[in-house]
């Protein structure tokens, strides 16, 4: 699995609309390879972060290439929404843990 992260600086004035951009669905849901998305805000940090979850690069590539991309990117205000060009990365999940099930059964003698 790959995670892509995005930092993006966008004004106070156009926060609202960015994040409703991310509510929007363009069809990245119906992408092979395609696990999730994650909009981070910042809390003592500078800038929000999106994150995408993919199984590999190349299902990532196939979307950055495919036509769901351009619907989710082909507004023109969105160049304008941004203080400075994004930061990309790209990293590979090589440890991924989960909280236990801390429940625990009552027995009956």
């Known amino acids: 699995m790959i995670v892509v992260s995005n930092r993006v600086q966008v004004p106070e004035d156009r926060v609202e609309t960015f994040i409703e951009r991310l509510r929007t669905s363009h069809g990245i849901e119906e992408q ?34 495919g036509t769901a991309f351009e619907r989710a990117h082909d507004d023109s205000s969105a160049d304008q929404a941004f ?27």
């Open 32 to 65: 092979p390879g395609f696990q999730g998305l994650k909009l981070l805000s910042p809390v003592d940090a500078e800038g929000h972060i999106t994150m995408t979850f993919w199984d590999s690069r190349e299902d990532y590539e196939a979307w950055r290439e």
């Open 83 to 109: 203080e400075r060009p994004n930061e990309v990365e790209i990293h590979e999940v090589i440890v991924q843990r989960e909280p236990t099930d801390n429940t625990t059964e009552s027995h009956t003698d």
